[in-house]
């Protein structure tokens, strides 16, 4: 099993800024992740991919977010960023963190918990 733990959401004004943070864990030693990303699910919509990095290769965005979202990993750590900059109220959603991750058994898709995101005046 993989936990991922969000953090970073929060209330921001239109055009600011957040930073999200996921970091995996595991109880086995050793585990190991592939592809890492963010997607969020506004209210009365289904959940949408924002961002996708893979542990080689592009990164991949939703046309809505390109040119202000930046996602990013420090593999060292497990972690995945979302750095979020020009915010909009249609950003408003409740961010998650994915990862596909092997620890032990078989590849699974594992997801966090969700972190709010209110873009508001």
């Known amino acids: 099993q993989v936990q991922l733990v969000e953090s970073g959401g929060g209330l921001v004004q239109p055009g600011g800024s957040l930073r999200l943070s996921c970091t995996a864990s595991s109880s086995r030693s050793t585990f190991s992740i592939n592809a890492m990303g963010w997607y969020r699910q506004a209210p009365g919509k289904g959940r949408e991919l924002v961002a996708v990095?893979?542990?080689?290769?592009?990164?991949t965005y939703a046309d809505s977010v390109k040119g202000r979202f930046t996602i990013s990993r420090d593999n060292a750590k497990n972690t995945v960023y979302l750095q979020m900059n020009s915010l909009k109220p249609e950003d408003t959603a409740v961010y998650y963190c994915?990862?596909?991750?092997?620890?032990?058994?078989?590849?699974?898709?594992?997801w966090g918990q969700g972190t709010q995101v209110t873009v508001s005046a």
């Open positions: 994915n990862a596909r991750a092997f620890a032990g058994i078989a590849w699974t898709t594992y």
């Open positions: 990095i893979p542990n080689v290769g592009s990164t």
